[in-house]
């Protein structure tokens, strides 16, 4: 029985192997998951229905198992009309999320296409794609090591 809040078999599979400096993508459901995404990359879906499950949700369950040295949001363009809005409602919630873990973390914007290029990366080793209907509420992880 595992104490910590992620239990999914595989991604706990593909955490586990990986090491630092690793990328996770918690990939909202607007993502193109199937085409943008590392070589080494495995996909985990777990798009059931629009709003189940949320990235939120999978980055707090991620949060209680993996140390995360970076925490990289899909940053809007200025040209973007989304632009105009300010930064997304959702971003406020990840903050609180990885507050609530304990780490200090500063949740850091990567203007859209970088992030699209971080993903493609070899470093990129997993995509969690969810059903989560916010707009930019993709979340790219870095992995930290364990220091004890």
């Given at each position: 029985m595992l104490k910590t809040s992620l239990t999914h078999p595989d991604i706990l599979r593909i955490v586990a192997r990986a090491g630092?400096?690793?990328?996770?993508?918690?990939?909202?459901?607007?993502?193109p998951a199937s085409s943008k995404r590392g070589p080494?990359?495995?996909?985990?879906?777990?798009?059931?229905?629009?709003?189940?499950?949320?990235?939120?949700?999978?980055?707090?369950?991620?949060?209680?198992?993996?140390?995360?040295?970076?925490?990289?949001?899909?940053?809007?363009?200025?040209?973007?009309?989304?632009?105009?809005?300010?930064?997304p409602p959702v971003w406020n919630e990840y903050r609180a999320i990885i507050a609530e873990s304990g780490a200090s973390l500063k949740l850091e914007p990567v203007l859209k296409w970088d992030f699209?290029?971080?993903?493609?990366?070899?470093?990129?080793?997993?995509?969690?794609?969810?059903?989560?209907?916010?707009?930019?509420a993709n979340v790219l992880l870095t992995m930290g090591c364990r220091t004890g």
């Open positions: 630092h400096h690793a990328r996770i993508l918690i990939a909202d459901g607007n993502y080494n990359a495995e996909l985990v879906c777990l798009n059931l229905t629009p709003g189940v499950v949320t990235v939120a949700q999978v980055l707090r369950a991620l949060l209680s198992a993996v140390p995360i040295d970076q925490v990289n949001t899909m940053g809007i363009p200025a040209d973007d009309p989304y632009a105009r809005q300010g930064e699209y290029r971080q993903v493609e990366s070899p470093d990129h080793v997993l995509t969690i794609q969810t059903a989560d209907t916010a707009l930019w």
